[in-house]
């Protein structure tokens, strides 16, 4: 469905990211594993077309993107939740899940409905929906970043470290939520630094340390794989 | 009394002026964080372009500010696309060194194409009426009525259409626009239209109790700019109420003062909020 083919992005002379080969399936969740500054964000907005990649290309669905702007992208049907979440956020929780369905906006019916599935996912949205998204908690506004990424019924959904600074309790609801919308038909790329919680939940992983690929397996091929036990799992 | 409900009136319509031009100049800045020097020369070729509409063309007064609204809107567009947008990426000096220069420039086009002379803009509305001891101009009264107006469709357009809401949440946060397939530049475009057409109306409603000359623009836009300042930079509500005050301070304050100091009251304003509230009326908490 999505196929990173040599991706190297750089910020102007420093190379973040370097000749990357990814690969997701439709119906997937597979989880990028890699410690701070690894540059799982980098490939992420690379990914969305908020940067542009020096070399390679970026396929979905068997279509270039990687010269497409990210408006485009997201009508092709990847969205993602980005690192700090991007709230709009002195916004509702329900203006903010409004424009989460932007480029569905001529078909009111349609929202409706992705509205309800959203409340249904994320009762506390329902509850907050006229309290503005900055005075949400953290969990909360992860629960509504993910909550208007869905509103756009994407096809492919790319999660930047959404347990990143969240209680352990939140933390493992977060990860049921997520298991739950990859049952609904949504592909699911996942960035993490949580790699036990993450690989539970992933049909494959990838590791990336300094911009490359290093390690790359199916969950349980990367439970038994000694370097990611020593570096992820605390083993 | 009397001459206390006059000024309150007079304020109103001085600050129904300000509070459209103040709008035009907080939504840009809300969407490029940079304040638009240019946007008092915008607010002038509003007023020549409704005033030839009507003295070249003989076309009446609603349908000039129409076109002249269009046509001012456009310029705004234009602006952004030649000028704004390639510097996006640039140190932000270079923006407001670039306002400034379409500024100049603008100002010499008009002074080339219109004259160096004061103009007066004849308006239907001249009549003079009075009302439980009020005295004014229809013109007077349009002012605020039309204000009102545009403000309360400006209103509808933000909060209840998803286009307008999507300029709200870019100035709210731009990446987070991106995320949700939101095009920043066909809104950055839009917004410099409205914009423009904004000042153009602005324009076009006061000259007739002003005059049309190539530097009408200058006490305006510093005006708005204290008055988005005092009201917090890109806050919507503050452009407004700013607008107001500034307008009530400066019609009681020229006559309970002194007529001399009108354009004084504004920057007096300005050193006192800045004192006792830097971050103006109505901040937002920080762009996050
Ligand atoms: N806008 C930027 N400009 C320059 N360097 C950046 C920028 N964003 C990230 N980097 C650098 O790129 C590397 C990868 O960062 P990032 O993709 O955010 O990693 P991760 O998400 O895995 O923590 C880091 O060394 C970071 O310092
Ligand atoms: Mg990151």
Redesign the interface.
């Known amino acids: 469905m999505l196929k990173l083919k040599g991706v190297s992005v750089q910020y102007g002379a420093y190379k973040a990211v370097r000749n990357v080969d990814i690969e997701v399936g439709k119906g997937e969740i597979v989880v990028l594993l890699g410690s701070n500054g690894a540059g799982k964000s980098t490939v992420f907005k690379t990914i969305?077309?908020?940067h542009k990649c020096t070399e390679g290309e970026i396929m979905f669905e068997g279509k270039r993107i990687d010269q497409s702007?990210?408006?485009q992208?997201?009508?092709t049907g990847i969205?993602?939740?980005?690192e700090g979440r991007?709230?709009?956020?002195?916004?509702t929780v329900y203006?903010n899940l409004?424009?989460?369905a932007?480029?569905h906006?001529k078909q009111k019916k349609e929202i409706e409905n992705t509205l309800h599935e959203v409340y249904e996912l994320f009762p506390i949205l329902k509850e907050k929906r006229n309290d503005l998204a900055?005075s949400l908690s953290g969990g909360q506004q992860q629960m509504l970043a993910i909550g208007?990424?869905l509103?756009?019924k994407p096809k492919l959904m790319l999660l930047d470290e959404p347990s990143i600074g969240l209680a352990p309790i939140i933390v493992a609801q977060m990860f049921e939520v997520i298991k739950q919308i990859n049952k609904t038909e949504t592909t699911i790329l996942l960035a993490e630094q949580n790699a036990n919680a993450a690989l539970h939940i992933a049909h494959k992983g990838y590791v990336l340390e300094n911009g490359s690929i290093v390690v790359e397996g199916s969950s349980e091929e990367l439970f038994a794989d000694d370097n990611v036990r020593k570096a992820y799992l605390g083993a | 009394m009397e001459i206390f409900a006059q000024q309150i009136f007079n304020g109103l319509t001085v600050g129904s002026v300000y509070s459209l031009v103040a709008l035009g100049l907080t939504l840009v800045y809300g969407i490029l964080h940079i304040p638009n020097f240019a946007h008092g020369a915008l607010y002038m070729m509003g007023g020549y372009i409704t005033l030839t509409m009507m003295t070249k063309f003989g076309l009446y007064y609603w349908i000039a500010i129409m076109i002249s609204m269009v046509i001012v809107g456009l310029m705004g567009v234009l602006m952004e696309r030649l000028i704004f947008y390639p510097l996006r990426d640039a140190p932000p000096i270079q923006d407001k060194i670039a306002a400034i220069g379409i500024l100049l420039f603008l100002e010499a086009f008009a002074q080339f194409v219109w004259g160096a002379d004061y103009q007066t803009m004849p308006t239907p509305y001249g009549q003079v009426v009075s009302v439980m001891g009020l005295t004014f101009t229809m013109q007077r009264l349009l002012i605020i009525i039309s204000t009102v107006v545009v403000m309360i469709l400006l209103f509808l357009f933000l909060k209840k259409t998803?286009?307008g809401?999507?300029i709200?949440?870019m100035s709210?946060?731009r990446?987070?626009?991106?995320?949700?397939?939101?095009?920043?530049n066909k809104m950055a475009m839009l917004t410099f239209m409205i914009s423009g057409a904004l000042a153009a109306i602005a324009a076009s409603l006061s000259s007739p109790i002003n005059l049309v000359f190539p530097g009408m623009g200058h006490l305006v836009i510093l005006k708005a700019f204290v008055i988005i300042i005092i009201g917090g930079m890109g806050s919507i509500p503050g452009a407004i109420i700013g607008g107001y005050i500034l307008g009530f301070a400066e019609s009681l304050g020229a006559t309970y003062i002194s007529n001399d100091y009108k354009d004084i009251f504004a920057f007096i304003l300005l050193v006192l909020i800045l004192t006792f509230k830097p971050t103006g009326l109505f901040a937002?908490?920080g762009h996050?």
Not at chain 1, 79 to 82: G, K, N, Y
Not at chain 1, 86 to 91: I, T, V
């Open positions: 969305g077309g908020l702007s990210p408006a992208i997201v009508k969205v993602q939740c980005a991007k709230l709009f956020p002195r916004m203006e409004m424009m989460g932007f480029i906006r900055g208007r990424a509103m756009s | 998803f286009i809401s999507a709200i949440a709210q946060n990446e987070g626009a991106h995320l949700v397939g939101i095009n920043t937002k908490g996050s």
